[in-house]
């Protein structure tokens, strides 16, 4: 026991001593890293850095344009530091001569000068500081070799226009790249111009270096080829072998004995991105081989041995690199799997705020819900309000005829029971006789009161407030019971919306190479394939393909054979076909649904009007269902048109919202019954089929009998609920139906259900009309149907008159499975 106890303690604080040197190395890491920004960024010691290298660079070994334009980008983006960066300047200037020195100095008091003179009539400053630097390196150094010479050449003015269009070029550049040296601008990826310029202006701070060297060894050398290495491991073969041709550039351009660097610059920034999967040694073989085969045409003034030396100084610099540094920098590289993996990490972040905001909303709509529905719940301060609504009756009446009665006292004091009771019976006979009270108890009021009459009238005009207040009262509850259940079915589509969100695409790596295999096997070229469903009727597969020449290739051999592999019907859903030869074609492809609908409609207005009180409506809606609804507005003509119209047109945009079809038509009564005092009403004969199982959901809100025909046999579909609009709370019934395949639906307004003359009973004639028909065309047994209804009547039309008849049937594939072989079906 003591031995168990023993290890239990020493084992946690072997583990703490392990670790505590590795934690407080990463501190000493990150205190050092902020340090070093606190030094060189925040308080400006890299620009005096820069500022010094950049003061003694040379072009064609006698043009110096680096220096004003890092001066001008400085004084325009951080004026702050722009004296520290003009220190640097003429320091590194005076390294090479005190004329140098005095010129770069000269040149930035001539620019601030004629800045400060202009800056009041500039609009864009941004775009006027090249100009300024363009003519202030004109300016300045025309004049200074006047001074010097004491007269101007044409090789002068060449020289100087020169190097003024390069001071010109040279801000733009500095002006792109000197934000991302600050501490303060953090960017999720930078663009090509910024990496470009970013990797010119790194260049041209090395050609300061040009004339360094350590035992031997050129720094130039070595810093230009670790810069390529590092792009090239970071950013592959592409930005490596950029780096390398705009490095060698423009040090050829500072010293043309580096003209042949330029050639192994570019190609071992290409060998290096080439090998970058072999990681760090992969890249450090790449700028050697580059080396060795370079290195054996050009000497560039110095042995092979020294090349390889430089190379393996530049190979050490790059190994050492600690790695939080490559990744820090690969994340802002687009095209990276760092940078992609940063934007997927910032789009999931997004996608888990809008979730959980739309999550919030939802659970606000239910609170809401929850607070309006809470009001129809009997509290116990609610028990006793009848008795309360009672007093406060009595208290009226009393009000009005007993407080100026010289019997007051005698009835209400005295006789206070009695007087409670006569008036509560009087209030009762009243309510449930129309106003009149039996001669019992008139006389018994009449010897008991001495106002008898007057309190009788005035009991019955408070029964007709008393009765009002109370309408209002159960009209205000019914509104918030409505109210509560339109929030409710809000907050489940919002609920729902935030898991929709939050739904990643699953990983189906396994699956889309079987596919890809099965597919190519079977020789057809696939560029790519993502699946991001697999469940069963609800797959969901994109395919980028080859131009396929208009062949329907996507629907006559992949979908089928796409159906074989996962052991369901699959069809081309959507097909983004290339509009030139050498192009591609995207293509998704889902499960197919196990039945279709097809319906028909045959209407006519009454009297053989154009507007006709009936409207219809059929529609797919997205969770796989389909809807078929008629609206009869009340009368007929446009008003009848309207009504109809907008009850369906409502009921469609709150249905393919996703909210339950009860709550869609309980919304659509509410808006119906609130917009408007005139009674106009409207019925709605729903119909909700499952395309998956065939099931059929019939909602009828005052509409007639729908009818199923299935061979022989008619199934009658029927409800009792009021119109749409004449009452605010209304429990909906719905009816329930499996159909089959093959089966007739067959819905109709009034006027054709009641239309038939002289007949008694209208649900046996239609039956037997049904029962007749001998076609199953939709559109034939709709027209029939009309005639054989009009027929009745003599040719006339004497209301609107609407019937749709729908038919069932099973979704089969234009082709069929191809079978696969040699191919393991997958599993779901």
């Known amino acids: 026991m003591a031995n168990s106890v023993e290890r239990n303690v020493v084992q946690p604080l072997g583990e703490v001593n392990f670790t505590k040197p590795k934690w407080e190395f990463t501190k000493g890491l990150n205190k050092f890293q902020q340090m070093c920004e606190t030094i060189f960024l925040k308080k400006g010691y890299l620009l005096l850095l ?307 905001r739309v999550a919030q909303f939802s659970n606000v709509f239910q609170a809401l819900s929850k607070s309006f529905s809470s009001y129809d719940k009997p509290s116990e301060w609610e028990e006793d309000e009848g008795a309360r609504e009672l007093d406060y009756f009595l208290s009226n009446v009393t009000e009005k005829t007993c407080q100026t009665c010289f019997k007051k006292d005698h009835c209400w004091t005295r006789n206070f029971d009695t007087t409670y009771d006569y008036m509560k019976e009087i209030m009762n006979e009243m309510e449930y006789n129309h106003g009149d009270l039996s001669p019992k108890l008139s006389r018994e009021w009449e010897k008991h009161c001495t106002r008898s009459k007057k309190v009788t009238d005035t009991i019955q005009q408070e029964l007709t407030f008393y009765h009002a207040n109370q309408k209002l009262k159960k009209q205000v509850q019914e509104s918030r019971r409505l109210v509560a259940e339109q929030l409710l079915g809000v907050s489940e589509v919002m609920g729902d919306f935030a898991k929709e969100i939050q739904r990643e695409r699953e990983n189906h790596h396994k699956q889309e190479e079987l596919i890809l295999e099965a597919l190519q096997e079977f020789g057809i070229q696939i560029e790519q394939v993502e699946i991001y469903s697999l469940e069963q009727r609800n797959v969901d597969i994109d ?129 119906l019954s609130l917009r408007t005092t005139d009674e106009i009403f409207s019925t709605l004969d729903l119909a909700m089929i499952d395309l998956q199982n065939a099931g059929a959901e019939f909602l009828k809100i005052g509409s007639t009998p729908s009818f199923i025909k299935r061979g022989d046999k008619v199934i009658k579909i029927q409800a009792s609920n009021l119109p749409m609009g004449i009452i605010q709370e209304f429990e909906v019934d719905v009816v329930s139906e499996q159909l089959k395949a093959g089966d007739l639906l067959i819905m109709m307004s009034d006027g054709i259900f009641e239309g038939p003359k002289h007949v008694e009973n209208f649900d046996l004639w239609m039956k037997r009309k049904i029962m007749e028909l001998k076609t199953e065309d939709p559109q034939a047994v709709a027209d029939l149907i009309m005639e054989e209804v009009i027929r009745s009547r003599s040719g006339f039309i004497e209301d609107d008159m609407t019937v749709i008849v729908a038919k069932v049937k099973h979704n089969t594939p234009k082709w069929t499975s191809i079978p696969v072989h040699k191919i393991r079906k997958m599993a779901n």
């Open 50 to 356: 820069i500022g010094f290298l950049l003061g003694r660079a040379l072009i064609l070994a006698q043009l110096t344009p680096f220096s004003l334009p890092f001066f001008a980008a400085v004084y325009f983006l951080r004026k702050e530091k722009a004296p520290i960066a003009l220190i640097g300047l003429i320091a590194g200037a005076a390294t090479l001569s005190i004329p140098h020195a005095v010129s770069a100095f000269g040149i930035s008091f001539l620019f601030l000068l004629a800045y400060r003179i202009a800056k009041k009539w500039l609009t864009n400053e941004i775009k006027a500081l090249p100009f300024f630097v363009f003519f202030t390196i004109i300016t300045g150094k025309l004049l200074e070799a006047f001074i010097v010479t004491k007269q101007l050449a044409l090789f002068d003015g060449m020289m100087a226009g020169v190097e003024a269009s390069l001071g010109f070029i040279l801000t733009l550049i500095f002006v792109q790249s000197l934000p991302l040296l600050s501490v303060n601008k953090r960017k999720q990826s930078l663009k090509i111009e910024e990496i470009v310029c970013l990797i010119i202006m790194l260049a041209t701070v090395m050609t300061g270096t040009i004339g360094w060297t350590v035992y031997g060894l050129s720094i130039e050398h070595i810093m230009s080829r670790y810069l390529v290495v590092l792009f090239a491991f970071v950013a592959g073969a592409t930005v490596g072998s950029t780096v390398g041709v705009v490095t060698g550039l423009i040090f050829s351009l500072a010293n043309i004995t580096s003209f042949y660097h330029m050639s192994l610059l570019a190609f071992a920034g290409l060998l290096g991105g080439l090998l970058k999967d072999g990681r760090k040694i992969g890249v450090s073989a790449g700028l050697l081989i580059a080396t060795l085969l370079i290195g054996m045409y050009g000497e560039g003034g110095g042995t092979l041995y020294k090349t390889l030396l430089e190379t393996a100084a530049a190979i050490f610099l790059f190994i050492f690199t600690p790695q939080a540094l490559l990744t820090k920098l690969a994340k802002h590289i687009p095209g990276t799997t760092e940078h992609a993996a940063e934007q997927q990490q910032y789009m999931r972040k997004m996608r888990d705020v809008t979730a959980q």
């Open 543 to 671: 395919m980028t393909i080859p131009y396929c020449n208009g062949h329907g290739e996507c629907e006559k051999l992949i979908a089928p054979m796409l159906s074989d592999i996962l052991g369901e019907s699959i069809v081309v859903s959507s097909e983004d076909c290339s509009t030139f030869p050498n192009g591609f074609c995207h293509v998704t492809f889902r499960s197919s649904k196990a039945f279709t609908v097809e319906s028909a409609v045959a209407h006519a207005a009454k009297d053989g009007g154009f507007l006709s009180g009936d409207s219809y409506s059929t529609m797919e809606l997205g969770c796989g269902k389909y809807a078929i609804a008629i609206s009869d507005g009340m009368g007929n003509g446009e008003r009848a048109h309207v009504e109809s119209k907008e009850t369906l047109q409502l009921l469609q945009k709150i249905l393919q919202s996703g909210i339950e079809e009860k709550v869609a038509i309980k919304s659509v009564n509410s808006v």
